[in-house]
């Protein structure tokens, strides 16, 4: 299984303004050209290089070659997102930086390990909280195809009820949901079949599952049914014989969001990398 951001079903489901791909020896990366700066890649929460086989010659002979490629396109600046740790089939943090320097900033990403023994991972809080969600009616669930686009809803007006916009339209949703129907899921919260809380997620990997769209109804957030969806979530990856769920970053350009953080640690996430690098050419 390929990873999804680079699959190239996904790719026909953006809207790119020059879109542009380079491969060498096993090496392979993706960038939307934009007016002068080249990013790798957007809307996405990464890009990168995406590897066969590693060597740092092989790596600062490829970037060399895309330098030259851009700066010929009068590219000045390239951004390059680079995913966490937890995906191996990505070049290493330690390789890019030795060619392309240090970051501009990192970014904290949190992960759960999908082990037998994630229940012993939870914060006491968040175990109180579970066993109060199931005493009060609470249930979750693996939600039918069918049934995205009221989930879409759901996540527009919950962004809504905090000020937000949601970043991805139902018509953008629905033709990767459409070209990649395997790799979407969602998956929901639900009292008296009232959505509490929701997830999009997506098959990154055959073993990493990333939590794409969360969101939590006003109406329910006191009663935290995210620790609940979350749980769900983590036993459906567990029992598929994944390796990870990827929560996200917990930072905006390197600096944290500590509510945040905080609720992923005591959900039993641990902690990784998550860099983004700049080239001015």
């Known amino acids: 299984m390929s990873t999804t951001y680079y699959h190239p079903k996904y790719f026909e489901s953006q809207d790119y303004n020059e879109f542009i791909v380079y491969s060498q020896g096993g090496l392979f990366i993706a ?14 929460p990464f890009g990168s290089v995406l590897k066969q ?62 082990e037998e023994n994630f229940s012993e991972k939870l914060h006491k809080m968040q175990k109180r909280k579970l066993d109060s969600l199931i005493n009060e009616g609470f249930t979750f669930r693996k939600m039918e195809d069918h049934e995205f686009e009221t989930a879409h809803k759901f996540l527009k007006v919950c962004r809504q009820a905090q000020g937000l916009q949601i970043n991805i339209s ?32 997506v098959r ?30 983590v036993d459906y990856y567990r029992k598929n014989n994944f390796s990870f769920l990827d929560l996200g970053v917990s930072s905006i350009h390197g600096k944290p969001q500590d509510t945040l953080r905080m609720f992923k640690e005591r959900m039993g996430a641990t902690e990784s990398q998550k860099p983004t690098f700049r080239l001015h050419l």
């Not at 055959?206 to 749980?231: C, E, G, K």
């Open 31 to 44: 960038f939307d050209l934009d007016g002068e700066k080249a990013i790798s890649i957007p809307r996405s």
């Open 53 to 114: 086989k590693e060597s740092i010659e092989e790596l600062e002979s490829f970037f060399e070659k895309i330098r030259v490629d851009l700066k010929a396109k009068s590219i000045k600046e390239v951004i390059i997102h680079h995913p966490s740790e937890i995906y191996e089939s990505y070049a290493s943090i330690d390789w890019l930086t030795s060619v392309l320097g240090e970051p501009v900033y990192t970014d904290i990403n949190q992960s759960i390990a999908l």
């Open 170 to 201: 139902w018509e953008q949703l629905n033709k990767l949901k459409q070209n990649l129907p395997e790799r979407y899921e969602c998956f929901g919260v639900f009292r008296e079949e009232k959505i509490s809380a929701l997830c999009i997620t």
């Open 204 to 233: 990154v990997t055959d073993r990493i599952a990333y939590y794409f769209l969360p969101a939590t109804s006003p109406m329910f957030r006191n009663q935290s049914p995210m620790v609940m969806l979350i749980v769900g979530i």
